[in-house]
Protein backbone atom coordinates (compact mmCIF):
# COMPACT_ATOMS: atom_id res chain seq x y z
CA UNK A 1 0.00 0.00 0.00
CA UNK A 2 1.19 3.40 -0.67
CA UNK A 3 2.13 5.62 1.76
CA UNK A 4 -0.59 8.35 1.13
CA UNK A 5 -3.36 4.77 1.67
CA UNK A 6 -1.54 3.93 4.76
CA UNK A 7 -2.29 7.86 5.98
CA UNK A 8 -5.57 7.59 4.90
CA UNK A 9 -6.41 4.17 6.64
CA UNK A 10 -4.80 5.23 9.89
CA UNK A 11 -6.38 8.85 9.90
CA UNK A 12 -10.20 7.38 8.85
CA UNK A 13 -9.88 4.42 10.89
CA UNK A 14 -8.64 7.04 13.51
CA UNK A 15 -11.37 9.44 13.48
CA UNK A 16 -13.55 6.67 13.55
CA UNK A 17 -12.15 4.98 16.89
CA UNK A 18 -12.09 9.02 17.94
CA UNK A 19 -16.15 9.76 17.07
CA UNK A 20 -16.75 6.01 19.60
CA UNK A 21 -14.68 7.64 22.37
CA UNK A 22 -15.76 10.85 22.30
CA UNK A 23 -19.34 9.53 22.04
CA UNK A 24 -18.43 6.92 25.31
CA UNK A 25 -17.06 9.57 27.21
CA UNK A 26 -19.03 12.96 26.12
CA UNK A 27 -21.79 11.81 29.03
CA UNK A 28 -19.04 10.87 31.86
CA UNK A 29 -17.21 14.03 31.71
CA UNK A 30 -20.88 16.16 31.67
CA UNK A 31 -21.68 14.24 34.52
CA UNK A 32 -18.49 14.78 36.14
CA UNK A 33 -18.00 18.65 35.51
CA UNK A 34 -21.67 19.50 36.93
CA UNK A 35 -22.01 16.77 39.45
CA UNK A 36 -18.66 15.97 40.59
CA UNK A 37 -19.74 11.93 40.45
CA UNK A 38 -17.34 9.64 38.82
CA UNK A 39 -20.44 7.56 37.26
CA UNK A 40 -18.81 4.12 37.03
CA UNK A 41 -22.21 2.80 35.52
CA UNK A 42 -21.44 4.62 32.38
CA UNK A 43 -20.44 2.28 30.71
CA UNK A 44 -23.21 -0.45 31.90
CA UNK A 45 -25.62 2.43 30.79
CA UNK A 46 -23.77 2.03 26.84
CA UNK A 47 -24.41 -1.78 26.78
CA UNK A 48 -28.00 -1.12 27.82
CA UNK A 49 -28.29 1.01 24.81
CA UNK A 50 -26.75 -1.46 22.88
CA UNK A 51 -29.27 -3.57 23.33
CA UNK A 52 -31.66 -1.90 23.69
CA UNK A 53 -31.13 -0.30 20.23
CA UNK A 54 -30.39 -3.97 19.06
CA UNK A 55 -33.29 -5.35 20.52
CA UNK A 56 -35.64 -2.77 18.36
CA UNK A 57 -33.33 -3.38 15.14
CA UNK A 58 -33.59 -7.00 15.72
CA UNK A 59 -37.54 -6.80 15.75
CA UNK A 60 -38.16 -4.19 13.53
CA UNK A 61 -35.67 -3.87 10.50
CA UNK A 62 -36.40 -6.10 7.65
CA UNK A 63 -39.90 -5.40 8.06
CA UNK A 64 -39.84 -2.79 4.35
CA UNK A 65 -38.26 0.56 6.44
CA UNK A 66 -35.27 1.26 5.55
CA UNK A 67 -32.76 0.05 8.38
CA UNK A 68 -31.19 3.18 8.50
CA UNK A 69 -34.21 4.70 9.72
CA UNK A 70 -34.81 1.97 12.40
CA UNK A 71 -31.21 2.83 13.23
CA UNK A 72 -32.31 6.53 13.76
CA UNK A 73 -35.67 5.29 15.79
CA UNK A 74 -33.46 2.61 17.71
CA UNK A 75 -30.77 5.02 18.59
CA UNK A 76 -33.24 7.26 19.84
CA UNK A 77 -35.11 5.12 21.50
CA UNK A 78 -31.98 3.95 23.90
CA UNK A 79 -30.80 7.37 24.44
CA UNK A 80 -34.38 7.91 25.85
CA UNK A 81 -34.84 5.12 27.73
CA UNK A 82 -31.22 4.94 28.81
CA UNK A 83 -31.27 8.62 29.83
CA UNK A 84 -34.64 7.78 31.63
CA UNK A 85 -32.77 5.25 33.96
CA UNK A 86 -30.11 8.07 34.60
CA UNK A 87 -33.02 10.54 35.82
CA UNK A 88 -34.15 7.77 37.97
CA UNK A 89 -30.60 6.59 39.26
CA UNK A 90 -29.95 10.15 40.37
CA UNK A 91 -33.17 11.41 42.07
CA UNK A 92 -33.77 7.92 43.98
CA UNK A 93 -30.20 7.33 44.68
CA UNK A 94 -27.09 9.30 43.87
CA UNK A 95 -28.71 12.29 45.12
CA UNK A 96 -28.81 11.31 48.58
CA UNK A 97 -24.79 10.96 48.64
CA UNK A 98 -23.88 14.56 47.37
CA UNK A 99 -23.11 15.81 50.70
CA UNK A 100 -20.56 12.35 50.95
CA UNK A 101 -17.38 12.35 49.83
CA UNK A 102 -17.03 11.00 46.94
CA UNK A 103 -16.17 8.12 47.41
CA UNK A 104 -19.20 6.81 48.26
CA UNK A 105 -20.68 8.29 45.03
CA UNK A 106 -17.70 5.70 43.52
CA UNK A 107 -19.18 3.36 45.55
CA UNK A 108 -22.12 3.87 44.63
CA UNK A 109 -22.39 3.83 40.92
CA UNK A 110 -19.79 0.34 40.69
CA UNK A 111 -22.53 -1.08 42.96
CA UNK A 112 -25.07 -0.27 40.38
CA UNK A 113 -22.91 -1.38 37.69
CA UNK A 114 -22.69 -4.72 39.01
CA UNK A 115 -26.19 -5.15 39.54
CA UNK A 116 -26.82 -3.61 35.48
CA UNK A 117 -24.42 -6.17 34.48
CA UNK A 118 -25.95 -9.04 36.54
CA UNK A 119 -29.55 -8.48 35.44
CA UNK A 120 -28.57 -7.62 32.33
CA UNK A 121 -26.68 -11.05 31.98
CA UNK A 122 -29.83 -13.44 33.44
CA UNK A 123 -31.68 -11.65 30.51
CA UNK A 124 -29.71 -12.33 27.79
CA UNK A 125 -29.18 -15.66 28.70
CA UNK A 126 -32.85 -16.19 29.78
CA UNK A 127 -33.50 -14.94 26.17
CA UNK A 128 -30.38 -17.18 24.15
CA UNK A 129 -28.53 -13.53 23.29
CA UNK A 130 -25.61 -15.11 24.79
CA UNK A 131 -23.66 -17.00 24.77
CA UNK A 132 -21.96 -15.28 21.88
CA UNK A 133 -20.13 -12.62 22.77
CA UNK A 134 -20.96 -10.46 19.95
CA UNK A 135 -25.04 -10.20 19.63
CA UNK A 136 -24.79 -11.54 15.80
CA UNK A 137 -28.60 -10.91 15.47
CA UNK A 138 -27.58 -7.07 16.21
CA UNK A 139 -25.30 -6.81 13.90
CA UNK A 140 -26.45 -8.78 11.27
CA UNK A 141 -29.18 -5.75 10.19
CA UNK A 142 -27.08 -3.33 9.40
CA UNK A 143 -27.85 -1.79 5.87
CA UNK A 144 -25.78 -3.33 2.98
CA UNK A 145 -24.03 -0.26 2.25
CA UNK A 146 -22.49 -0.35 5.53
CA UNK A 147 -20.35 -3.32 4.70
CA UNK A 148 -18.93 -1.74 1.82
CA UNK A 149 -15.37 -0.36 1.51
CA UNK A 150 -14.20 2.19 -0.80
CA UNK A 151 -10.72 3.15 -2.23
CA UNK A 152 -8.84 6.40 -1.81
CA UNK A 153 -5.59 7.19 -2.38
CA UNK A 154 -5.01 3.09 -1.92
CA UNK A 155 -6.20 3.14 1.02
CA UNK A 156 -9.00 1.11 2.58
CA UNK A 157 -11.87 3.52 4.53
CA UNK A 158 -15.33 0.94 5.90
CA UNK A 159 -18.66 2.65 5.02
CA UNK A 160 -18.85 2.24 8.73
CA UNK A 161 -16.10 4.37 9.64
CA UNK A 162 -17.62 7.32 8.23
CA UNK A 163 -20.83 6.52 9.93
CA UNK A 164 -18.95 6.21 12.90
CA UNK A 165 -17.87 9.37 12.26
CA UNK A 166 -20.78 10.88 11.31
CA UNK A 167 -22.67 10.77 14.30
CA UNK A 168 -19.60 11.27 16.19
CA UNK A 169 -18.98 14.55 14.97
CA UNK A 170 -23.16 15.62 14.73
CA UNK A 171 -23.01 14.33 18.91
CA UNK A 172 -20.08 16.83 19.70
CA UNK A 173 -21.56 19.23 17.72
CA UNK A 174 -25.00 18.85 19.01
CA UNK A 175 -23.59 18.79 22.80
CA UNK A 176 -21.61 21.88 21.95
CA UNK A 177 -24.63 23.66 20.89
CA UNK A 178 -26.63 22.87 23.65
CA UNK A 179 -24.13 23.91 26.50
CA UNK A 180 -22.89 27.08 24.38
CA UNK A 181 -25.93 28.20 22.31
CA UNK A 182 -29.59 27.29 24.55
CA UNK A 183 -30.60 28.96 27.86
CA UNK A 184 -30.03 25.84 29.58
CA UNK A 185 -26.81 25.21 28.58
CA UNK A 186 -25.65 28.48 30.14
CA UNK A 187 -27.36 27.25 33.18
CA UNK A 188 -25.70 24.22 33.18
CA UNK A 189 -22.08 25.53 32.95
CA UNK A 190 -22.76 28.18 35.59
CA UNK A 191 -24.20 25.23 37.89
CA UNK A 192 -20.75 23.20 37.02
CA UNK A 193 -18.96 26.48 38.57
CA UNK A 194 -20.83 27.96 41.64
CA UNK A 195 -24.01 25.61 42.90
CA UNK A 196 -24.54 28.42 45.03
CA UNK A 197 -24.57 31.53 42.98
CA UNK A 198 -26.55 29.67 40.64
CA UNK A 199 -28.84 28.78 43.45
CA UNK A 200 -29.06 32.16 44.34
CA UNK A 201 -29.91 33.63 40.77
CA UNK A 202 -33.02 31.46 40.80
CA UNK A 203 -32.09 28.24 39.09
CA UNK A 204 -33.05 24.79 40.55
CA UNK A 205 -30.29 23.58 40.31
CA UNK A 206 -31.17 20.02 41.44
CA UNK A 207 -33.03 20.24 38.92
CA UNK A 208 -30.58 20.69 36.28
CA UNK A 209 -28.34 17.54 38.26
CA UNK A 210 -30.89 15.38 37.09
CA UNK A 211 -31.60 16.95 33.65
CA UNK A 212 -27.55 16.54 32.80
CA UNK A 213 -27.53 13.19 34.19
CA UNK A 214 -30.07 12.16 32.24
CA UNK A 215 -28.31 13.61 29.27
CA UNK A 216 -25.15 12.02 30.03
CA UNK A 217 -26.72 8.44 30.57
CA UNK A 218 -28.71 9.26 27.35
CA UNK A 219 -25.49 9.73 25.55
CA UNK A 220 -24.22 6.93 27.07
CA UNK A 221 -27.34 4.66 25.21
CA UNK A 222 -27.19 6.41 22.00
CA UNK A 223 -23.45 5.30 21.81
CA UNK A 224 -24.57 1.96 22.79
CA UNK A 225 -26.64 2.13 19.38
CA UNK A 226 -23.86 2.98 17.78
CA UNK A 227 -21.32 0.43 18.91
CA UNK A 228 -24.02 -2.91 18.37
CA UNK A 229 -23.34 -2.48 14.63
CA UNK A 230 -19.53 -2.91 15.05
CA UNK A 231 -17.49 -5.45 14.84
CA UNK A 232 -14.95 -4.64 17.41
CA UNK A 233 -17.75 -3.93 20.35
CA UNK A 234 -21.23 -5.24 19.22
CA UNK A 235 -24.33 -5.77 21.86
CA UNK A 236 -22.82 -8.09 24.96
CA UNK A 237 -22.52 -7.84 28.58
CA UNK A 238 -18.79 -6.93 28.63
CA UNK A 239 -19.50 -4.02 26.51
CA UNK A 240 -19.71 -2.40 29.74
CA UNK A 241 -16.44 -2.66 31.04
CA UNK A 242 -14.51 -2.20 27.28
CA UNK A 243 -16.32 0.79 27.38
CA UNK A 244 -16.00 2.30 30.62
CA UNK A 245 -12.12 1.78 30.36
CA UNK A 246 -11.00 3.97 27.12
CA UNK A 247 -13.89 6.50 28.11
CA UNK A 248 -12.28 6.84 31.75
CA UNK A 249 -8.92 7.24 30.36
CA UNK A 250 -10.00 10.04 27.45
CA UNK A 251 -11.86 12.31 30.49
CA UNK A 252 -8.86 11.71 32.52
CA UNK A 253 -6.26 12.55 29.58
CA UNK A 254 -8.73 15.77 28.00
CA UNK A 255 -9.09 16.89 31.84
CA UNK A 256 -12.00 15.41 34.20
CA UNK A 257 -15.48 17.81 33.88
CA UNK A 258 -13.93 19.52 30.29
CA UNK A 259 -16.01 19.06 27.33
CA UNK A 260 -13.23 20.14 24.80
CA UNK A 261 -10.68 18.12 26.63
CA UNK A 262 -12.89 15.21 26.02
CA UNK A 263 -13.27 15.68 22.21
CA UNK A 264 -9.47 16.26 22.09
CA UNK A 265 -8.47 13.50 24.36
CA UNK A 266 -10.85 11.20 22.01
CA UNK A 267 -9.05 12.26 18.94
CA UNK A 268 -5.17 11.78 20.42
CA UNK A 269 -6.45 8.19 21.90
CA UNK A 270 -8.48 7.14 18.56
CA UNK A 271 -5.04 8.33 16.53
CA UNK A 272 -3.04 6.05 18.75
CA UNK A 273 -5.06 3.33 18.89
CA UNK A 274 -5.57 3.02 15.08
CA UNK A 275 -1.92 3.65 14.54
CA UNK A 276 -0.78 0.92 16.94
CA UNK A 277 -3.45 -1.72 15.33
CA UNK A 278 -2.49 -0.84 12.20
CA UNK A 279 1.10 -1.83 13.39
CA UNK A 280 0.11 -4.92 14.70
CA UNK A 281 -2.38 -5.48 11.59
CA UNK A 282 0.44 -5.15 9.30
CA UNK A 283 3.02 -7.27 11.83
CA UNK A 284 5.49 -4.27 11.98
CA UNK A 285 4.98 -4.91 15.96
CA UNK A 286 3.77 -8.10 16.69
CA UNK A 287 2.57 -7.97 20.21
CA UNK A 288 -1.33 -8.13 20.05
CA UNK A 289 -2.10 -5.89 23.38
CA UNK A 290 -0.20 -2.71 21.86
CA UNK A 291 -3.09 -0.79 21.27
CA UNK A 292 -4.48 -1.19 24.73
CA UNK A 293 -0.83 -0.66 26.06
CA UNK A 294 0.15 2.69 24.04
CA UNK A 295 -3.63 4.45 25.31
CA UNK A 296 -2.93 3.24 28.99
CA UNK A 297 0.60 4.90 28.40
CA UNK A 298 -0.86 7.36 27.39
CA UNK A 299 -2.94 7.83 30.56
CA UNK A 300 0.15 7.24 32.35
CA UNK A 301 2.39 9.63 30.58
CA UNK A 302 -0.25 12.66 30.62
CA UNK A 303 -1.15 12.06 34.44
CA UNK A 304 2.59 12.33 35.91
CA UNK A 305 3.25 15.26 33.31
CA UNK A 306 0.04 17.18 33.57
CA UNK A 307 -2.55 15.16 36.55
CA UNK A 308 -5.03 17.73 36.09
CA UNK A 309 -5.38 16.52 32.34
CA UNK A 310 -4.74 18.47 29.20
CA UNK A 311 -7.78 20.82 29.51
CA UNK A 312 -8.24 19.47 33.01
CA UNK A 313 -8.87 22.63 35.89
CA UNK A 314 -6.85 21.94 39.13
CA UNK A 315 -10.16 21.48 40.89
CA UNK A 316 -13.81 20.70 39.32
CA UNK A 317 -17.23 19.68 39.77
CA UNK A 318 -17.95 18.44 43.54
CA UNK A 319 -20.10 20.10 46.22
CA UNK B 1 -45.04 45.17 57.54
CA UNK B 2 -41.49 45.20 57.05
CA UNK B 3 -40.28 43.57 53.81
CA UNK B 4 -37.52 41.57 55.45
CA UNK B 5 -37.68 39.90 59.04
CA UNK B 6 -34.83 37.91 60.74
CA UNK B 7 -36.17 36.69 63.83
CA UNK B 8 -33.80 35.18 66.43
CA UNK B 9 -32.07 33.34 63.93
CA UNK B 10 -29.46 30.40 65.17
CA UNK B 11 -27.85 28.83 62.38
CA UNK B 12 -24.27 26.53 62.20
CA UNK B 13 -21.40 25.51 60.33
CA UNK B 14 -21.69 21.23 61.72
CA UNK B 15 -21.47 22.07 65.52
CA UNK B 16 -20.09 25.88 65.23
CA UNK B 17 -22.97 27.75 66.42
CA UNK B 18 -22.23 30.79 64.69
CA UNK B 19 -25.59 32.73 64.68
CA UNK B 20 -26.88 33.21 68.04
CA UNK B 21 -30.24 34.32 67.49
CA UNK B 22 -30.02 37.47 65.08
CA UNK B 23 -32.75 39.32 64.71
CA UNK B 24 -33.17 42.18 62.24
CA UNK B 25 -35.63 44.18 60.10
CA UNK B 26 -35.50 46.21 57.07
CA UNK B 27 -38.20 48.11 55.55
CA UNK B 28 -39.14 48.65 52.48
CA UNK B 29 -37.00 51.29 50.66
CA UNK B 30 -34.47 51.16 52.88
CA UNK B 31 -30.91 50.88 52.89
CA UNK B 32 -29.59 48.93 56.27
CA UNK B 33 -25.76 48.52 56.88
CA UNK B 34 -24.59 45.07 59.07
CA UNK B 35 -21.04 46.05 60.27
CA UNK B 36 -19.03 43.93 62.35
CA UNK B 37 -15.32 42.39 62.94
CA UNK B 38 -14.29 39.49 60.80
CA UNK B 39 -15.96 36.29 61.73
CA UNK B 40 -19.08 37.82 63.89
CA UNK B 41 -21.57 36.45 61.42
CA UNK B 42 -22.29 39.06 59.05
CA UNK B 43 -22.07 36.53 55.99
CA UNK B 44 -23.80 33.68 57.90
CA UNK B 45 -26.25 36.47 58.19
CA UNK B 46 -27.37 36.72 54.61
CA UNK B 47 -26.67 32.65 53.69
CA UNK B 48 -29.27 32.11 56.45
CA UNK B 49 -31.51 34.50 54.54
CA UNK B 50 -30.72 32.87 51.35
CA UNK B 51 -31.43 29.29 52.88
CA UNK B 52 -27.68 28.83 51.80
CA UNK B 53 -27.48 28.17 55.49
CA UNK B 54 -30.58 27.14 56.72
CA UNK B 55 -31.31 28.33 60.65
CA UNK B 56 -31.78 25.15 62.91
CA UNK B 57 -33.78 27.76 64.93
CA UNK B 58 -36.03 31.13 64.53
CA UNK B 59 -37.22 32.50 61.11
CA UNK B 60 -36.63 34.41 58.28
CA UNK B 61 -39.82 36.25 56.73
CA UNK B 62 -40.10 37.78 53.47
CA UNK B 63 -43.22 40.24 52.67
CA UNK B 64 -44.48 38.83 55.67
CA UNK B 65 -44.07 34.91 54.22
CA UNK B 66 -41.60 32.77 55.77
CA UNK B 67 -38.45 31.74 53.51
CA UNK B 68 -37.58 28.81 56.00
CA UNK B 69 -37.59 25.24 54.54
CA UNK B 70 -37.56 27.08 51.14
CA UNK B 71 -34.57 26.31 48.68
CA UNK B 72 -32.46 28.74 47.78
CA UNK B 73 -33.71 29.44 44.20
CA UNK B 74 -37.18 29.95 45.66
CA UNK B 75 -36.09 32.51 47.41
CA UNK B 76 -34.54 34.25 44.52
CA UNK B 77 -37.86 33.88 42.52
CA UNK B 78 -40.21 35.60 45.45
CA UNK B 79 -37.04 38.72 44.44
CA UNK B 80 -34.29 38.09 46.98
CA UNK B 81 -30.74 38.82 44.89
CA UNK B 82 -27.37 37.94 46.36
CA UNK B 83 -24.11 40.08 45.75
CA UNK B 84 -21.79 37.71 47.40
CA UNK B 85 -18.52 38.87 48.92
CA UNK B 86 -15.73 37.61 46.48
CA UNK B 87 -18.09 38.30 43.72
CA UNK B 88 -18.36 34.96 42.92
CA UNK B 89 -18.98 35.84 38.76
CA UNK B 90 -18.96 32.68 37.37
CA UNK B 91 -15.34 32.54 35.57
CA UNK B 92 -15.49 30.57 32.76
CA UNK B 93 -18.55 32.49 31.14
CA UNK B 94 -18.15 35.66 29.63
CA UNK B 95 -19.49 39.14 31.08
CA UNK B 96 -22.34 38.93 29.02
CA UNK B 97 -23.40 35.50 29.80
CA UNK B 98 -23.16 36.58 33.28
CA UNK B 99 -25.39 39.15 33.01
CA UNK B 100 -27.87 36.81 30.82
CA UNK B 101 -28.01 34.39 33.58
CA UNK B 102 -29.37 36.98 36.54
CA UNK B 103 -31.91 37.89 34.43
CA UNK B 104 -35.50 36.64 35.04
CA UNK B 105 -37.15 34.25 32.77
CA UNK B 106 -40.04 36.51 31.55
CA UNK B 107 -37.79 39.67 31.12
CA UNK B 108 -36.42 40.76 27.56
CA UNK B 109 -33.11 39.54 28.03
CA UNK B 110 -31.44 42.17 25.60
CA UNK B 111 -33.40 44.98 27.53
CA UNK B 112 -31.53 43.81 30.47
CA UNK B 113 -27.91 43.55 28.50
CA UNK B 114 -28.59 47.17 26.97
CA UNK B 115 -29.78 48.46 31.47
CA UNK B 116 -26.60 46.64 32.77
CA UNK B 117 -24.14 48.33 30.16
CA UNK B 118 -25.74 51.46 30.40
CA UNK B 119 -25.18 52.03 34.33
CA UNK B 120 -21.57 50.33 33.43
CA UNK B 121 -20.56 51.31 30.37
CA UNK B 122 -17.00 49.70 30.88
CA UNK B 123 -18.85 46.49 31.08
CA UNK B 124 -20.08 47.21 27.39
CA UNK B 125 -16.57 46.84 25.97
CA UNK B 126 -15.48 43.84 27.88
CA UNK B 127 -19.07 41.66 27.58
CA UNK B 128 -17.26 38.88 25.51
CA UNK B 129 -14.51 38.05 27.85
CA UNK B 130 -14.18 35.26 30.21
CA UNK B 131 -15.58 37.10 33.49
CA UNK B 132 -12.56 35.19 35.36
CA UNK B 133 -10.05 37.24 33.33
CA UNK B 134 -11.18 40.63 34.74
CA UNK B 135 -9.70 42.81 37.26
CA UNK B 136 -11.30 42.94 41.41
CA UNK B 137 -12.95 46.51 40.51
CA UNK B 138 -14.73 44.98 36.89
CA UNK B 139 -15.74 41.84 38.61
CA UNK B 140 -17.39 43.95 41.59
CA UNK B 141 -18.91 46.26 39.01
CA UNK B 142 -20.52 42.83 36.76
CA UNK B 143 -21.51 42.02 40.36
CA UNK B 144 -23.26 44.33 40.88
CA UNK B 145 -24.82 44.34 37.31
CA UNK B 146 -26.08 41.35 37.88
CA UNK B 147 -27.94 42.40 40.78
CA UNK B 148 -29.28 45.47 39.06
CA UNK B 149 -30.92 43.06 36.02
CA UNK B 150 -31.94 40.72 38.78
CA UNK B 151 -35.12 42.67 39.17
CA UNK B 152 -35.08 42.16 42.85
CA UNK B 153 -37.07 44.01 45.73
CA UNK B 154 -34.09 43.40 48.35
CA UNK B 155 -30.28 42.97 47.56
CA UNK B 156 -28.18 41.46 50.10
CA UNK B 157 -24.81 42.95 49.39
CA UNK B 158 -21.51 41.13 50.88
CA UNK B 159 -18.49 43.25 51.64
CA UNK B 160 -18.75 45.19 48.11
CA UNK B 161 -15.70 46.93 48.64
CA UNK B 162 -13.33 44.25 49.92
CA UNK B 163 -9.88 44.25 47.92
CA UNK B 164 -10.42 46.78 45.85
CA UNK B 165 -8.63 50.12 45.22
CA UNK B 166 -10.14 53.05 47.05
CA UNK B 167 -10.86 54.64 43.92
CA UNK B 168 -13.09 51.78 42.43
CA UNK B 169 -14.58 51.58 46.28
CA UNK B 170 -15.50 55.09 44.99
CA UNK B 171 -17.20 53.83 41.95
CA UNK B 172 -19.22 51.01 43.63
CA UNK B 173 -20.29 52.70 46.51
CA UNK B 174 -21.86 55.51 43.71
CA UNK B 175 -23.50 52.21 41.85
CA UNK B 176 -24.80 50.73 44.94
CA UNK B 177 -26.19 54.12 45.75
CA UNK B 178 -27.63 54.35 42.15
CA UNK B 179 -29.19 50.84 42.81
CA UNK B 180 -30.41 51.88 46.10
CA UNK B 181 -32.87 54.47 44.82
CA UNK B 182 -35.17 51.20 43.14
CA UNK B 183 -33.95 49.13 45.42
CA UNK B 184 -34.16 47.64 49.21
CA UNK B 185 -30.75 46.57 50.14
CA UNK B 186 -29.27 45.01 53.40
CA UNK B 187 -25.34 45.97 52.89
CA UNK B 188 -22.74 43.84 55.06
CA UNK B 189 -19.62 45.81 55.39
CA UNK B 190 -16.54 46.29 57.17
CA UNK B 191 -15.28 49.31 55.73
CA UNK B 192 -17.57 51.61 57.92
CA UNK B 193 -17.26 55.40 56.32
CA UNK B 194 -18.78 53.40 53.56
CA UNK B 195 -21.93 51.85 55.34
CA UNK B 196 -22.49 54.91 56.70
CA UNK B 197 -22.36 56.78 53.34
CA UNK B 198 -24.68 54.86 51.74
CA UNK B 199 -27.38 53.34 54.83
CA UNK B 200 -30.10 54.76 56.44
CA UNK B 201 -29.99 52.13 59.10
CA UNK B 202 -27.38 50.10 60.62
CA UNK B 203 -26.46 46.76 63.11
CA UNK B 204 -23.84 46.17 64.57
CA UNK B 205 -23.20 42.15 65.47
CA UNK B 206 -21.18 40.56 67.44
CA UNK B 207 -20.84 36.83 68.25
CA UNK B 208 -23.56 35.88 66.64
CA UNK B 209 -25.76 38.57 67.78
CA UNK B 210 -26.82 42.27 67.55
CA UNK B 211 -25.56 44.30 70.00
CA UNK B 212 -25.94 47.52 68.64
CA UNK B 213 -28.64 49.29 66.34
CA UNK B 214 -29.54 52.48 64.99
CA UNK B 215 -30.23 55.31 62.40
CA UNK B 216 -27.26 56.60 60.58
CA UNK B 217 -27.83 60.06 60.39
CA UNK B 218 -25.65 62.65 62.12
CA UNK B 219 -23.52 59.14 63.02
CA UNK B 220 -19.35 59.54 62.69
CA UNK B 221 -17.32 56.49 62.97
CA UNK B 222 -16.02 57.33 66.11
CA UNK B 223 -19.18 56.53 67.59
CA UNK B 224 -18.84 54.70 70.89
CA UNK B 225 -21.49 52.06 69.60
CA UNK B 226 -18.78 50.90 67.01
CA UNK B 227 -15.76 50.70 68.92
CA UNK B 228 -15.68 46.94 69.30
CA UNK B 229 -15.11 46.85 66.15
CA UNK B 230 -11.96 47.77 66.41
CA UNK B 231 -11.19 45.97 69.70
Do not use: C
Not at chain 1, 18 to 32: D, K
Not at chain 2, 22 to 48: C, H, P, Q, Y
Not at chain 2, 58 to 63: F, K
Amino acid sequence: MSVAGTVVDVLVSGLAKASLYAMMALGLTLIFGLLGVLNFAHGSLTMLGAYAAGLLMVTFAGTGVSALVWFLVAGLTAGVLVGGLGAAMEVGLIRKLYDRPPIYQILLTFGITLVIDELARIVVLFYGMQPQTDWQAALGTKPAFIADTLTVFGGTINHLELFEILWGVLTVLAVWAFLNRTRYGLVVRAGSEDEDMAAALGIDVRRVFTVVFALGAGLAGFAGALLMWDPAWAASVPLASETLLPAFVVVIVGGLGSFRGTVVAAVIVGMVDALMTYFFDHAIITFSGLPELTVFLILVGVLVVRPQGIFGLAEVGGH
Amino acid sequence: MSLLEVEDVHAYYGESHVLEGVTLDVERGEVVALVGRNGVGKTTTLRSILQLTPPREGDVRYDGESLVGHETHEVADRGVGWIPEDRRVFAHLTVAENIRLAVPADDDVEDALERAYEAFPDLSEIGGRDAGTLSGGQQQMLAIARGLVGNNDLLLVDEPSEGLAPLIVEDVTEALANLAEDTTMLVVEQNLPLALDIADRFYVLDHGTVVDEGSTEGVSTDDERFERLSA
